[in-house]
């Protein structure tokens, strides 16, 4: 009780302060570079952080194996953009987009997943996150809603601190120095965002439709994402599951959306690879047996998997 009560007397006396905002602080150094980087900087610290609340699986080989997954789909989208993939050490079932193209996928999730081609879905979901500078708009979207009044902000940002996950949220906000003002005031904003409001739904569906298109434009199966939501929409209402649930649509929405969308690709076209084997391989130790929970489909219209390609 009395660490709680510590806990809060800080989060008074911090909302005390004059509230820092990003765009002051754009706008004082006046360049888009220099925006970047604060950006950049944020999604350091919060992947860093992230890493150090969770903790960090210790199995370099497979670490190795998700980032050549993800470079391979970042290879083909857009602009001079850097990712860094890692995986956290924790059984619930999500993955996080920092900006600056910091990835950050879960244990829990990797666990269920059947194959590279559902691993590739998710991993273009989240960098369709960051190509889109989807937090970034989120954060600049709640600067535009702060009200002008420095103690109205100041009462605004008490509220939204007392929603988040408290263990998260003082582990992230207290351990280690940040580098400056208004990249505490960053990480406070993507924490409200990845602890409890989510993205917008708008965004979501953006990030889904984009990095669906990614993953079957780089060879991957294109019933996999709908495949894999399928089997969250069996697994709804467990522990592992709420904070994904909480942040994102509902799975079956989000396969219903996904599903007439693929209606409208030449699906008999495609070279379409799973990349199971490889998948276990590389995962397998995290997952001991695997008994995966609903079959991959496999259309009979699409050609012989052609796993070459993506060697």
Known sequence: MW?????????????QKPTVTIKKQINKEGENDDKNEVYREIGRNLAGKLLGYYGKVRDENMVLYINSVGKYLASSVEGNQTFFFDVLNTDVINAFACPGGYILITKGLIKNLNNEAELSMVLAHEISHITRNHMIQAMEQE???LPVDSVTASRQREV?????????????????AMTSAVVAEG?????????????????EWE???????L???????????????????MIHGKNNLKLLTQTHPSPKSRREK??????????????????????LKNTSSIRGKVTPIVPVAKPQSLKKTDQKMLQ
């Open 258 to 279: 996904l599903e007439k969308e693929l209606e409208n690709l030449p699906l008999q076209e495609l070279v379409s690879a799973l990349g199971e084997e490889r998948f």
């Open 187 to 203: 990480m406070r904003k993507s924490l409200g965002i990845l602890f409890d409001k989510g993205l917008d739904h708008k965004l």
């Open 215 to 233: 993953a079957i434009d780089s060879g991957y199966d294109p019933h996999s994402f709908t495949n894999f939501l399928k089997r969250l929409q």
């Open 3 to 15: 660490i709680y009560l510590i806990f809060l007397q800080l989060l008074f006396c911090v909302s």
């Open 143 to 145: 600067e535009k809603e």
């Open 207 to 213: 990030a889904d439709r984009i990095g669906q298109k």
């Open 160 to 176: 939204t601190e007392s929603k988040l996950a408290s263990s998260v949220s003082r582990y992230l906000m207290s351990s280690g």
